[in-house]
């Protein structure tokens, strides 16, 4: 079946810009995450969406970051007014339930602000 | 806090196997997960060990856990030159009182293989 799908796969922006990340998860995966990679570095998570439960917010590095989902499906990642060290690979990854339950990665999507 | 440690970089033979180690802090850890990403790819999941195990073996790969220790490691037996990739150690925290399911990952190991 469909694994997890993002777009656009890479995204060029200048600084103080509005980007929009998009994620659609596997069908019937009720649990969604959003990750970043820095160039060099490991995932460092950002916010996770649990059904209908409030999110778990506390990874997001600052206010300039938010993301919506609707309902079990769709996923938005904004990040307003981008910086140059807003640049990496975000990662998005969805599982049946959450909490134990393995993440099945998206390609994730390139950020280069310039 | 949670921290997961992998060396950086790991170069092998053809056809030798292959260990790369990792240790994590968190003794709550319910599954601890090895990914693997290759060059401008997404995380692809190779396999995973829930922590009241020791031992997984699936096909030219194990996975060995050793809890006392917050250990882990992956083998990958007869190393070919499409193994060569960078492979991310991640470990599950599951928290009762809230809502946490996220994984903390390592930087990740990047293996070469040389023919």
């Known amino acids: 079946g469909a694994g997890v799908s993002q777009s656009p796969s890479n995204k060029v922006t200048e600084k103080g810009k509005d980007v929009e990340l998009r994620c659609d998860p596997i069908?019937?995966?009720?649990?969604l995450y959003w990750y970043r990679q820095r160039l060099g570095q490991g995932l460092e998570f950002l916010i996770y969406f649990q059904g209908n439960s409030a999110p778990d917010k506390s990874g997001l590095p600052s206010d300039r970051f938010s993301a919506e989902r609707t309902g079990e499906s769709v996923s938005t990642l904004t990040i307003q007014r981008t910086q140059q060290e807003d640049s990496a690979v975000y990662l998005c990854?969805?599982?049946?339930?959450?909490?134990?339950?393995?993440?099945?990665f998206g390609p994730g999507t390139r950020l280069t602000v310039l | 806090g949670e921290d997961v440690e992998q060396s950086l970089f790991l170069s092998v033979r053809e056809g030798d196997s292959s260990v790369i180690n990792c240790t994590y802090t968190d003794s709550s850890s319910t599954y601890l997960y090895w990914y693997k990403q290759e060059p401008g790819a997404g995380l692809q999941l190779l396999t995973y060990i829930f922590s009241n195990m020791d031992m997984k073996q699936d096909q030219r790969l194990t996975v060995l856990l050793n809890k006392k220790d917050k250990h882990l490691s992956l083998r990958i037996a007869d190393t070919q030159t499409g193994d060569s990739a960078i492979y991310f150690c991640a470990e599950s925290i599951w928290d009762y009182g809230g809502s946490q399911g996220n994984l903390i990952f390592g930087k990740g190991t990047k293996l070469s293989v040389k023919p």
């Open positions: 069908s019937g995966h009720t649990a």
């Open positions: 990854a969805s599982s049946v339930q959450g909490h134990t339950d393995t993440q099945y």
